[in-house]
């Protein structure tokens, strides 16, 4: 939408140029003819394209036709009649043309301004056309004060062309920018809400893995104790076993002594205290031969000198 002094400068400029439905002329210069403020009948229009076709039209039937077409509110047919009789016409209707066809294009300019304006959100490409029209209307109506140095109305429509040209640009200079700053905005909330969903898409797996290992850890801590606890079931058992048996056989023992008496025992004869002695002397020889060999093995022998 246009801001406030963009919509201020529109209505100035609707002060100055006529529109329908209640059109006025030019405030300078007229028709050539007396002409009627009336709305162009289908006839007229018809007759005004007609005239462009004919490459022998009058500059001035083409002028007083533009100027019929512009109180009737055609402004793009008013302004083509009005470049025709330009572009044919001698010094006096030319400039007259030149002007008419700068203040056609000036009110094609308000026009798209008030479309512009009375739309709920701004469009680009409507401004965009709003500014090139009143380039070219700024461009026409300095041709027609160069053309016509003593028309005051086209300096003056020129430097308020100028001013809401101007005016225009920088709203759209502001517009480009904000949309720029909002793009950046946009797209850093975006990283930052991707990062955000990054960062929490670590955690929750940081977490995963921690409760993870936790339940690992726990299974191998149950699993180690339940091998503690069958260990110390199995070893009680064989304790238990043993002492069962060591029992068994302390009864079994008692039983026997019981059962049986008590045996005397002889006294040892000479040829067998002879025998044990001789044994036990065999024991310690063998003992000592084979102290003998161990200690010759690991004695080097001494080298030859010869």
């Known amino acids: 939408m246009m801001s406030a002094p963009i919509a201020l400068l529109a209505a100035a400029l609707l002060a100055q140029a006529?529109?329908?439905?209640?059109?006025?002329?030019p405030a300078s210069p007229a028709a050539t003819t007396p002409a009627g403020s009336a709305p162009a009948t289908d006839?007229?229009?018809?007759?005004?394209?007609?005239l462009l076709a004919q490459r022998?039209?009058?500059p001035e039937s083409l002028y007083n036709s533009g100027v019929a077409m512009y109180r009737a509110g055609d402004l793009e047919l008013a302004r083509e009649l009005f470049a025709t009789a330009a572009g044919r016409a001698k010094a006096g209707v030319a400039a007259r043309s030149m002007y008419n066809r700068g203040t056609t294009s000036y009110a094609e300019s308000l026009r798209a301004m008030q479309q512009a304006g009375a739309a709920a959100q701004p469009d680009p490409a409507a401004q965009q056309a709003v500014i090139d029209t009143l380039e070219r209307s700024l461009r026409e109506l300095k041709d027609a004060a160069r053309a016509d140095p003593a028309n005051v109305?086209?300096?003056?429509n020129a430097e308020l062309a100028y001013r809401v040209l101007k005016d225009l640009k920088k709203q759209q200079d502001q517009q480009k920018q904000e949309q720029q700053d909002q793009e950046k905005q946009d797209q850093q909330e975006k990283q930052d809400q991707q990062e955000k969903q990054d960062q929490q898409q670590k955690q929750d797996q940081q977490q995963k893995q921690d409760q993870q290992q936790k339940q690992d850890q726990q299974q191998k801590q149950d699993q180690q104790q339940k091998q503690d606890q069958q260990q110390k079931q199995d070893q009680q058992q064989k304790q238990d076993q043993q002492q069962k048996q060591d029992q068994q056989q302390k009864q079994d023992q008692q039983q026997q002594d019981q059962a049986e008496p008590p045996r005397?025992?002889?006294p040892m004869s000479k040829q067998e205290v002879e025998r044990?002695?001789?044994?036990?002397r065999d024991k310690e020889r063998a003992r000592l031969l084979d102290k003998i060999e161990r200690e010759r093995a690991r004695t080097k022998p001494a080298p030859k000198d010869w």
């Open 153 to 156: 109305d086209a300096r003056a």
């Open 264 to 266: 005397e025992r002889k």
């Open 56 to 58: 022998a039209a009058a």
């Open 276 to 280: 044990l002695l001789q044994k036990i």
């Open 18 to 25: 006529p529109q329908s439905p209640s059109p006025q002329a």
């Open 43 to 50: 006839d007229a229009r018809l007759r005004a394209e007609a």
